[in-house]
T-cell receptor
Framework: GQNIDQPTEMTATEGAIVQINCTYQ??????LFWYQQHAGEAPTFLSYNVLDGLEEKGRFSSFLSRSKGYSYLLLKELQMKDSASYLCAVRDPMDSNYQLIWGAGTKLIIKP | GAVVSQHPSRVICKSGTSVKIECRSL??????MFWYRQFPKQSLMLMAT?????????EQGVEKDKFLINHASLTLSTLTVTSAHPEDSSFYICSARDRGGIQYFGAGTRLSVL
């Protein structure tokens, strides 16, 4: 079956670094996505990994290991506005519409 | 990033009425758009995939006659909730996929059926 696992909730301190992990077991793989979703709002795109390695984009970085079925999102210099849910999603090439398979999301709480 | 516009952002309607939600990709063409539903503190639930010029593909358990989807152009998809009832109250979100395969989301529509 298709399964994506990520922690339900994490807490971190303003100014610190936090790593949100995501593991997946899917029938196929055609890229992994990270989205940020603030409460009551729609998700916004953060990053996309299709090859192994680290993709850096400002304070946010995303890592992928396809052999391990593993990714993480790294947030540096945390700000209060980073408090949000972070969604991991995998694109399934076996689906005719290439739809995304979504994790349940990790709620990140930033404390002063 | 690309911009997806979704309207209206909030709808309050009486039970039995129909509600139409529009989703537009403003700066790119989207062959494929997706409609999601999200309940409070829960993850996104895909309702249907909308392909331009063809019938939408509905997920299991989603009534196609209740949630009518039209994708008449490469920049516009609409979702109509027909004969809405209180149990249809939810947060509906559309997304459009660009040529690079990235899904960009609209701001969502919060539907409240009285």
């Amino acid at each position: 079956g298709q399964n994506i696992d990520q922690p339900t909730e994490m807490t971190a301190t303003e100014g610190a670094i936090v790593q949100i992990n995501c593991t997946y077991q899917t029938s196929g793989f055609n890229g992994l996505f990270w989205y940020q979703q603030h409460a009551g709002e729609a998700p916004t795109f953060l990053s996309y990994n299709v090859l192994d390695g680290l993709e850096e984009k400002g304070r946010f970085s995303s890592f992928l290991s396809r052999s391990k079925g593993y990714s993480y999102l790294l947030l540096k210099e945390l700000q209060m506005k980073d408090s949000a849910s972070y969604l991991c999603a995998v694109r399934d090439p076996m689906d005719s519409n290439y739809q995304l398979i979504w994790g349940a999301g990790t709620k990140l709480i930033i404390k002063p | 990033g690309a911009v997806v516009s979704q309207h209206p952002s909030r709808v309050i309607c009486k039970s039995g009425t129909s509600v139409k939600i529009e989703c537009r990709s403003l700066d790119f063409q989207a062959t494929t758009m997706f409609w999601y539903r999200q309940f409070p503190k829960q993850s996104l639930m895909l309702m249907a995939t909308s392909n331009e010029g063809s019938k939408a593909t509905y997920e299991q358990g989603v009534e196609k006659d209740k949630f009518l989807i039209n994708h008449a152009s490469l920049t516009l998809s609409t979702l109509t909730v027909t004969s809405a009832h209180p149990e249809d109250s939810s947060f509906y979100i559309c997304s459009a996929r660009d040529r690079g395969g990235i899904q960009y989301f609209g701001a969502g529509t919060r539907l409240s059926v009285l």
